[in-house]
């Protein structure tokens, strides 16, 4: 009933021309991998770049980031329609480096969520436990705490729209992987949310991803695990054959 998703999250890298000579070498490796959704989610001037180099392929683009405002003084933000104009589909949505870094709370988590969402976007949403939360054995908390702030006045129908990744914060870009159980563990607990906000049937349609250096060696047992629905990659997107490995180990 699931499908598969496989999202890079492409952060800070890659200039409009080097977007270019990526999707490039990405495109033929990913042709015809129809078993799961292929998504790039890219820095903001990359856009126009991606979705003509994506143009008739099977990937589909997405933004890191979307303003909760339909427009205004908001210098440097950027709102849904103007990602949806430019043949936006996906958008990330509260990645811990937005929450550590950019103040990204959960109410703006959840405000640009619904935003994304009334414009027809897919929100990639995520959530995940610092190691000192997990530490202190708060994991299951945290993050159905999360998932229900950022899923707040979300309607059943908008839940089609909606993925949530969980990127546990102390796997992202260190190199250190959660283990496979600990991955179906923490999905587990988002999809628990979401049946205990939505009911049992939209929680066992909803996606979930896994993130947080997943990569081309470990992919396939993270796949595997029954609460798993793809993932959201960041450092292995950024080489072709790592990335098209990954979708590899999805079909
Ligand atoms: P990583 O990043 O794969 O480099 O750990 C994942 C993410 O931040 O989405």
């Known amino acids: 009933m699931r499908r598969y998703v496989i999202a890079g999250n492409w952060k800070m890298n890659k200039t409009p021309a080097a977007a270019k000579a990526l999707i490039e070498e ?9 078993n799961c959704d ?24 997405g933004a890191e980031n979307v303003h909760f405002k339909a427009s205004g003084a908001y210098t440097g933000e950027i709102s849904a329609e103007m990602l949806t ?4 589909e996906y958008v990330v949505i509260g990645h811990s480096e937005r929450r550590q870094y950019f103040a990204e709370t959960d109410q703006t988590v959840n405000l640009r969520t619904l935003a994304a969402l009334n414009a027809g976007l897919k929100a990639i949403v995520c959530v995940g436990e610092t190691l000192e939360q997990r530490e202190l054995g708060y994991t299951e908390t945290l993050l159905k705490f999360q998932t229900k702030m950022a899923l707040t006045n ?25 283990t496979a159980d600990q991955a179906d ?3 587990g607990y988002v999809r628990a949310a979401v049946a205990e906000m939505f009911g049992a049937e939209i ?49």
């Open 38 to 61: 292929v998504v790039l989610c890219v820095p903001a001037i990359d856009i126009p770049a991606a979705i003509e180099a994506t143009a008739g392929s099977n990937i589909k683009i």
């Open 85 to 88: 104009e430019a043949g936006v």
């Open 203 to 251: 929680a066992e349609a909803t996606v979930v991803q896994y993130g947080g250096s997943m990569n081309e060696k470990n992919a396939a047992e993270l796949l595997s695990k029954p609460n798993v629905d793809g993932g959201l990659i960041g450092g292995a997107s950024l080489v072709a054959a790592k990335f098209a490995a990954i979708v590899d180990a999805a079909q």
């Open 185 to 187: 563990e923490g999905n």
């Open 154 to 178: 979300v309607t059943a129908e908008q839940m089609k729209n909606v993925i949530i990744a969980y990127e546990p914060v102390w796997a992202i870009g260190t190199g250190v992987t959660a």
């Open 26 to 34: 990405m495109k033929p490796l990913v042709a015809g991998k129809d």
